[in-house]
């Protein structure tokens, strides 16, 4: 049996570009720019200076603090420059430029065999790894949260248009990930595991179905509808609970992880190797051979669509259609939590003219928190702040799907989140 | 290469204003192609005219104010398609142009243009029209006899030879009990009857409602939970009120008006509870306007009023997903 939130939107999901591609290993560029920043919480501390040897794990930028993660070399060779650079987002963060000598030596931590909870709580620690799903919440921290946790929910629903990262990973990598979350889950002390995938991924289905064959790991499929992944929406859909609308999982036992957060788990666990690669879908009409590819953390996007070679294109977004960014140009570089990489043509890319709102109810219909984003929409554009909190800003979740139903494009999510800041500012 | 930035999401449905409207005035092809075939070319005419009022109004008024162009989202198009849909097939031509214009400029534009007036400019129009010229306003016509020649009866219309009759709403007025034996359900159905020149067809009106619902232009809640409430009203209102089901719902505008009016945006509450309410509170106040009031028609009437009600409704914000009620704050110390 399916399972479904309510409302949402059906988007085309474009993943036949990249679907039955397997990953394939892209070798890195000259140099390698790595930002210290990868991952929502304080930045790392660069903890190595110009001229010294690195090697692919080595540890360059130690975590400051508790919700704050450890950042790796990817390859081997020397540190040339430490220098400020636009990440995805346009801020300007500290990146550590590695020159690639070309010999991928590697450095790796100790493999660990029957790990406690505190050794696998250490070595995500110290590998560095962060949310694979775009979030990139620390996953050490993630794993220790205050409350009792009931129910591991894997979160493999992939329910951003053109992404096939995860599915990818399900397909290729099935055991390993059954192994990862069996330390994730020994971690929290979950009684239940359930890995969620959306029905349009039969074939993934199968494959964690066998893997989990003999655990008690259960695999559930989801109706295919977006924003099944969102943490919400998927924790609704698999356990009925409703996370509180200023909550967070953790209020109702539960903890979403994502498929392949779970897979880096193992392999720090397993083989010792920190967090510096990067599974991600690289698609979208403007790029010639559209790809899923195996990249090292640090490589700029411009090599990365070298690589796959490009048509004209006019927008380039990190991460999916529907909440990712889109970057003015190509040279930030691969980050931890960067699912994918879209080079969008003008037929794919949607023109946006706003139009006065026909007050036709759409978004309201569409919005997953049960919101009504027009009239934030309105009241923000008159700046009835105190108004506009009536309509409960703070729950929007920043999907998109008030937007993209809109005929009049109106531009709803930016006027959630102008409505939150604005709240946040003067109400308090 | 210069590349565009702008805020998620970068993919939208290709569905704009005009796209809607477009197929709403399709939608409402339906009644007018009936219309025309009941009462001849007249009044088609009369819609053509509505139309194109509507335009020019809007048209104008963004000239004088100076503002952006707004015709092309068809909106105006649609006000005056349905406001001429709402009259007589005898209306002289400057009943039309008078209540498109007015319409447009005092009921839609004056008050903010598409999305953001109140009342529902077509309804308006008519009752405005009603209360101004109520003689031309309710002189109905028999639908035309082709049998004496199809070319005489298809522009009677314009030589004024079509003979008046009484609308199945005149003949229900008053009674309760039985339904007079002047009623015949299936010409209502046919839209054999005397009328406005888009209310009469029942066919045509439901074609249009099953169009509209394929390319989910309207919310079905709005027409059913109407009908299904007016439905209950008459059983209510009427002796023997079940005889009256089906006599209340064919005759006058009901069905057009929950097909294309009830369902107008502006107009209409956003929350699918502010919905039910609304389109309840509109189908009971239709009928006890028949029943109970001077008037003979009560649709428009029950629009207008339900539309000043909207405000109010949109004040019933959903909670959101996963409420809980705010715990009171322990007194800050
Ligand atoms: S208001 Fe927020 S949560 Fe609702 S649809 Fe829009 S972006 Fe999504
Ligand atoms: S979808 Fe757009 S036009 Fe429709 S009510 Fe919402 S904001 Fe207005």
Redesign the pocket.
């Known amino acids: 049996m399916s399972y479904l939130f309510n409302r949402g939107i059906h988007p085309k999901d474009k993943k036949e570009l990249t679907a039955d591609l397997p990953f394939e290993v892209m070798s890195a560029p000259a140099k390698v720019y790595i930002p210290l920043c990868q991952h929502i919480g304080a930045p790392a501390k660069a903890r190595v200076s110009v001229g010294d040897r690195v090697k692919a794990g080595t540890l360059i930028g130690e975590a400051t603090g508790f919700i704050s993660a450890n950042v790796h070399s990817s390859v081997s060779g020397t540190v040339v420059a430490i220098e400020q650079r636009e990440n995805a987002a346009g801020r300007k963060i500290d990146h550590i430029v590695i020159e690639n000598d070309g010999l991928y030596e590697e450095e790796a931590l100790p493999p660990l065999e029957n790990p406690t909870k505190m050794d696998i709580f250490t070595r995500c620690y110290d590998a560095g790894i962060v949310g694979m799903g775009g979030a990139t919440f620390p996953t050490h921290v993630k794993i220790q949260p205050n409350k009792p946790i009931h129910t591991l929910i894997i979160n493999g629903a992939e329910c951003e248009p053109y992404i096939t990262a995860d599915y990818r990973m399900m397909l290729e990598h099935p055991k390993e990930i059954v192994e990862g979350i069996s330390y994730i889950k020994t971690v929290l002390g979950a009684q239940k595991v359930v890995i969620g995938i959306e029905d349009n991924k039969p074939k993934a289905i199968d494959a964690m179905q066998a893997a989990v064959a003999g655990t008690d790991i259960t695999v559930q499929k989801l109706k295919t509808k977006y924003p099944q992944g969102g943490e919400k929406q998927l924790i609704h859909a698999v356990t009925k609970l409703k996370v509180p609308w200023t909550g967070l999982p953790a209020d109702v036992g539960v903890i979403v992880v994502n498929v392949t957060t779970a897979f880096v788990v193992y392999e720090a666990i397993k083989l010792g190797k920190p967090s510096y690669t990067r599974f991600m879908t690289v698609s979208g009409k403007g790029i010639k051979r559209p790809a899923n590819l195996i990249v090292r953390v640090g490589t700029p996007f411009e090599d990365v669509v070298d690589y796959l070679g490009h048509n004209d294109y006019v927008k380039a977004i990190v991460g999916g259609p529907m909440m990712g960014l889109s970057i003015a140009n190509l040279n930030p570089v691969v980050a931890k939590g960067n699912s994918s990489l879209l080079l969008l043509d003008k037929s794919e890319e949607r023109e946006i003219e706003p139009t006065p ?8 219909m569409a919005c997953p928190m049960r919101l009504i ?2 009239m934030t ?1 309105r009241l923000i554009l008159k700046d009835k702040i105190a108004d506009s909190y009536k309509y409960h800003p703070q729950c929007c979740i920043e999907c998109g799907c ?1 937007a993209y ?4 494009d ?1 531009p ?1 999510v930016q006027s959630q989140r102008l409505a939150k800041k604005l709240i946040k500012e003067r109400m308090q | 290469m210069k590349l565009q930035v702008s805020s998620s999401p970068h993919i939208g449905t290709k569905l704009t204003t005009q796209k809607i409207m477009g197929h709403v005035c399709i939608a409402l092809l339906f009644p007018t192609i009936a219309g025309t075939v009941m009462f001849g070319i007249y009044s088609f005419v009369v819609v053509l005219v509505a139309a194109a009022s509507a335009v020019l109004a809007e048209f104008l008024y963004n000239k004088i104010t100076r503002q952006p162009l707004t015709v092309n989202d068809l909106s105006a198009l649609v006000t005056g398609m349905i406001l001429g849909l709402n009259l007589p097939p005898t209306a002289p031509l400057f009943v039309p142009i008078v209540g498109s214009f007015f319409a447009i400029m005092i009921v839609k534009m004056l008050f903010g243009g598409i ?1 953001r007036n109140f009342a529902n400019p077509a309804a308006t129009a008519r009752l405005f029209l009603v209360l101004s010229w109520t003689g031309f306003m309710t002189n109905y016509a028999a639908p035309v006899d082709y049998s004496q020649g199809f070319w005489k009866a298809f522009v009677s219309g314009f030589t004024k030879e079509y003979v008046t009759s009484a609308t199945p709403l005149t003949a229900l007025k008053g009674a309760s009990g039985a339904v007079p034996e002047s009623i015949n359900l299936l010409d209502m159905f046919l839209g054999r009857i005397g009328g406005s020149i888009g209310e009469v067809c029942a066919v045509a009106i439901i074609l249009g409602f099953i169009y509209l619902m394929i390319f989910k232009i309207i919310d079905w809640k709005l027409p059913v939970v109407y009908i299904a409430a007016s439905a209950v009203a008459a059983l209510v209102f009427y002796k023997n009120g079940w005889l009256f089901i089906l006599p209340t719902l064919l005759s006058g505008g009901l069905l057009f008006a929950a097909v294309y009016m009830l369902t107008d945006y502006s107009t209409s509450p956003n929350t699918t509870i502010g919905r039910i309410i609304f389109a309840a509170g509109a189908g009971f106040l239709t009928v006890l306007f028949r029943r109970y009031s001077g008037m003979v028609g009560g649709v428009s009437f029950a629009i207008v009023l339900m539309n000043l009600t909207v405000p109010l409704l949109d004040r019933i914000i959903p909670k959101p997903f996963g409420y809980v009620k705010p715990k009171k704050e322990a007194a800050r110390g």
Do not use: E, S, T, Y
């Not at chain 1, 139903?405 to 009049?408: Q, S």
């Open positions: 709102c026909i007050n036709c109810g759409r978004c309201a984003p027009m929409d008030c139903v809109c005929p009049a109106r709803l | 999305g």
